[in-house]
């Protein structure tokens, strides 16, 4: 069975994986009497009185994330520009007070924005083009 090391490159496939023992998962000690912080910069380098504050420097805490609070950009252009409106900010703040993570769209009829197309409403900005045209060729 192949496994693959996840990067790119010559040598990324590999006959098995290694096998993982419990001296692999702990963390290591740093001995050096100066250790890095991993970050590059002014301060970088700090000396190793203390391993418990060494330890501490070399961890990184994943930020946390929140929840947009403007538009959400996919890609190039302006077709890709999402802004929920107030009524689905107001479901997605609800939902992750109770802590789910998604909305499901048959619980929130009310939410939809765009018709469906069996509607007789037929005011979507589609059905508006369509109309602006058929009305500039009549006048034709």
């Keep these: 069975m192949l496994a693959s090391s996840g990067r790119g490159?010559?040598?990324?496939?590999?006959?098995?994986?290694?096998?993982?023992?419990?001296?692999?998962?702990?963390?290591?000690?740093?001995?050096?009497?100066?250790?890095?912080?991993?970050?590059?910069?002014?301060?970088?380098?700090?000396?190793n009185s203390d391993p418990y504050e060494t330890r501490l420097?070399?961890?990184?805490?994943?930020?946390?994330?929140?929840?947009?609070g403007g538009a959400t950009h996919y890609g190039r252009g302006g077709a890709n520009v999402f802004?929920?409106?107030?009524?689905?900010?107001?479901?997605a703040r609800k939902a992750g007070a109770e802590g789910a993570g998604t909305v499901d769209d048959?619980?929130?009829?009310?939410?939809r924005k765009s018709p469906s197309p069996g509607d007789k409403g037929n005011n979507g900005l589609a059905a508006k083009g369509k109309q602006w045209l058929n009305n500039l060729t009549k006048k034709a």
């Excluded at 420097?57 to 947009?68: G, I, T, W």
């Excluded at 802004?83 to 479901?91: F, I, L, M, W």
């Design 9 to 47: 490159g010559a040598g990324n496939m590999t006959e098995n994986s290694p096998k993982i023992t419990p001296e692999d998962l702990e963390t290591p000690t740093l001995k050096t009497s100066v250790v890095t912080t991993g970050r590059g910069g002014s301060g970088n380098m700090a000396k």
């Design 83 to 91: 802004k929920d409106s107030p009524e689905e900010e107001a479901a």
């Design 106 to 111: 048959d619980e929130q009829p009310a939410l």
């Design 57 to 68: 420097r070399q961890d990184v805490e994943a930020v946390p994330r929140r929840d947009s």
